[in-house]
Nanobody
């Protein structure tokens, strides 16, 4: 059974930083693409950052230069380092994993709240 467990969310002031982690189990992590999405109240879920099994990461324009996605295949974990946070970054952040056969798995989400 595949499980994705996020951690690291919380409340931070504008300009602050947080690092989200997503630990995967029940799957061969290194062969899969992983990413982070977010959903703010009343809005659709949107891609924040994505990193393939091999290759460069890509980012939403709204977070470029502030967020960094990385993966540690030895720890089956993907990270999202978020710097210079803004109130508009407030959302529930979800970890996402996509297998080579395009099966998609989601974590349960972690709340990030940025106060002004």
């Amino acid at each position: 059974q595949v499980q994705l467990v996020e951690s690291g969310g919380g409340l931070v002031h504008s300009g602050g930083s947080l690092r989200l982690s997503c630990a995967a189990s029940g799957i061969i992590f290194r062969i899969n693409a992983v990413g982070w999405y977010r959903q703010a109240p009343g809005k659709e879920r949107e891609l924040v950052a994505h990193i393939p099994a091999a290759g460069a990461a890509n980012y939403a324009d709204s977070v470029k230069g502030r967020f960094t996605i990385s993966r540690d295949n030895a720890k089956n974990t993907v990270y999202l380092q978020m710097n210079n946070l803004k109130p508009e970054d407030t959302a529930v952040y979800y970890c996402n994993l996509v297998t080579p056969t395009k099966t998609i798995y989601w974590g349960q989400g972690t709340q990030v709240t940025v106060s002004s």
